[in-house]
């Protein structure tokens, strides 16, 4: 990758638990995206943020999740009262304008 | 509602040989298609970007092509080693009432065996 940045890697969770999963850009990038990747599934898009704006976020949950990326610092995506079914790898991409998304290595979340 | 197949599933073939994985999409209104690649446990390296106006793109041992109006892409490795052993993902990017997002393929799992 280009140096998208993700923490922390794994992140383990009891049920009921909130998660917050952090993610800062290559540096210059302002757009990202976070993608879900479920056991044995494929990557799901979830929602795409430009500075304090959320693009799209069609592929959110409808409770529970919510997402952010302010003027200053990380794009936080934020998981409350998490179930084990929220247990996946979540990644981060960035990207400058409509071009090549960088990942980062995405969050290893468990839910217990 | 963009959808993405891709074909073989999964493929295993010995070191040397010429391979072709293929990608389909339904919506050919795409901006750009990358073609990643996925190690287990791991995050996605991406390989190649196919701008929506190019035909085809070329890194190494490595060649993506496009069709956009039929709605295909393919990816071409060549001799290939055991360290290609990764899951290679197809993604087009935008369609339809898609803001750049990128729609993924369930994608080819590659073993080289030595």
């Known amino acids: 990758n280009a140096g998208v940045m993700q923490n922390p890697r794994h992140l383990v969770r009891r049920r009921g638990q909130e998660a917050r999963l952090r993610c800062s850009p290559v540096k210059g990038h302002s757009h990202v995206y976070w993608y879900r990747q479920l056991p044995e599934e494929g990557l799901k898009f979830m929602v795409y943020l430009q500075k304090e704006n959320i693009i799209d976020e069609s592929g959110m949950p409808k409770e529970r999740f919510s997402a952010e990326f302010p003027k200053e610092g990380p794009s936080i995506l934020r998981i409350q009262q998490v179930v084990r079914g929220d247990s996946a790898a979540y990644f981060c991409?960035?990207?400058?304008?409509?071009?090549?998304?960088?990942f980062g290595p995405g969050t290893r979340l468990l839910v217990l | 509602k963009q959808e993405v197949t891709q074909i073989p599933a999964a493929l295993s073939v010995p070191e040397g040989e010429n391979l072709v994985l293929n990608c389909s999409f339904t919506?050919?209104?795409?901006?750009?298609l990358q073609w990643f690649r996925q190690d287990p446990g791991k995050g996605l390296t991406s390989l190649l970007l196919?701008?929506?106006?190019?035909r085809e793109q070329t890194s190494g041992r490595l060649n993506a092509s496009l069709d956009k109006s039929s709605g295909r892409s393919t990816l071409y490795i060549a001799a290939s080693q055991p360290g290609d052993s990764a899951t290679y993902l197809c993604?087009?990017?935008?369609?339809?009432?898609?803001?750049?997002?990128?729609?993924f393929g369930q994608g080819t799992t590659l073993q080289v065996k030595p």
């Open positions: 196919i701008q929506s106006s190019q």
């Open positions: 993604a087009p990017e935008g369609g339809s009432g898609n803001t750049g997002k990128l729609i």
């Open positions: 991409a960035s990207s400058s304008l409509v071009q090549t998304q960088y």
């Open positions: 919506d050919s209104a795409i901006y750009n």
